[in-house]
């Protein structure tokens, strides 16, 4: 079951940091409707090259975290402190900023918040999720 849980994972990163690489070469197809944006529809901030570069590479490196604690490189209680921490990291995201993101945004009328609600909160909570049944089976 925990082979499942870490393939899904990798199968969730890696589509996650393929887009942010298409992002970065000059694709569009869902870019904007994946950034926040303010009551009056205006961007709340213009993803470039490097910061979809540095989003891609971080989930493919995370994808290398998740297989960290069977590579033997360190040891296997540094490798589940650093799943603790993404884990904590996808749970932030989804309690969100209490403004824009998360369950508790107050703008709540744009296609971002509308996207946030339906795939960006549930997928963030399920990879907090399957992390969390991940390191307490190790």
Known sequence: MIYFFNLLLTI???TISLFHLYWAFGGT???????PV???GALLFQPGFMSCIVVGIGFLLMIFLLYLPSLDLVPERFSRWILWLIMGVFLLRVIGDFHYVGLFKKVKNTTFSR???RYFV???FLIALL???IN???
Do not use: H, Q, R, Y
């Open 136 to 138: 307490l089976a190790a």
């Open 29 to 35: 197809v869902g870019k904007t409707e994946s950034v």
């Open 12 to 14: 969730i990163f890696l």
């Open 38 to 40: 303010t009551e009056k």
């Open 131 to 133: 992390i969390l049944v």
């Open 115 to 117: 996207n946030d609600n």
């Open 122 to 124: 549930p997928l963030c």
